[in-house]
């Protein structure tokens, strides 16, 4: 089945604004990129702002999921881990230039309190669902654990680009193991 217009235009917008920045990306470029005519963009987007806020929740939505989808599974004690390997592989797949977010939340942090404060949700998200893992495997008496873990993976997202998906990815679960397994060594 086709993907719809708005589908193609999500998509299409998503890859331009990843790759070339969201204030670089005209409207003519991604309307050219998707093959339709602008009227066509704008009867599903009123606005530039629009389509961005557009693609920042899909986006959100998707990664969301899969972290969701890989915490739902994940044996008694491996949820977090489960939840870090999730983020490593949205990062191999999807991000390995950084983060989206992060990018939106730099590049409007002056233009749109809008769109950055939906970036800054998603960060919050990210570590609400640590939290919950971190909970669910029985270590949320170690202060603290959530947001070191937080701090890990938005590192993770900027050393992709630097240092290749696989040692980025190899440090980070290398670092991670190590933060569990203190959490571990405590007691309650």
Not at 4 to 18: G, I, M, N, P, W
Not at 86 to 97: N, P, T, V
Request: charged share 20%.
């Amino acid at each position: 089945m086709p993907a719809s217009k708005r589908d193609q235009l999500l998509a299409t917008a998503e890859r331009l604004f990843y790759e070339q920045g969201f204030h670089a990306t005209g409207i003519d470029r991604i309307v050219a990129a998707a093959g339709v005519v602008r009227m066509t963009l704008y009867n599903h987007f009123p606005s530039k702002e629009a389509l961005v806020a557009a693609v920042l929740k899909a986006r959100h939505e998707r990664f969301m999921a899969s972290l969701d989808a890989a915490t739902a599974c994940a044996s008694p004690g491996q949820v977090t881990r489960a939840l870090i390997d999730a983020h490593g592989h949205w990062l191999e797949r999807y991000s390995q230039h950084g983060c989206i977010m992060a990018q939106a939340m730099g590049e409007f942090a002056e233009h749109s309190t809008e769109i950055h404060a939906l970036a800054t949700s998603a960060k919050t998200d990210l570590l609400a669902r640590l939290e919950a893992a971190v909970a669910r495997d029985g270590l949320d008496h170690h202060a603290g654990l959530a947001r070191r873990v937080f701090l890990l993976l938005e590192g993770s997202n900027t050393a992709v680009a630097l240092l290749g998906a696989q040692t980025a990815l190899a440090d980070t679960r290398a670092v991670a193991d190590a933060l569990l397994a203190a959490a571990r060594s405590e007691t309650p």
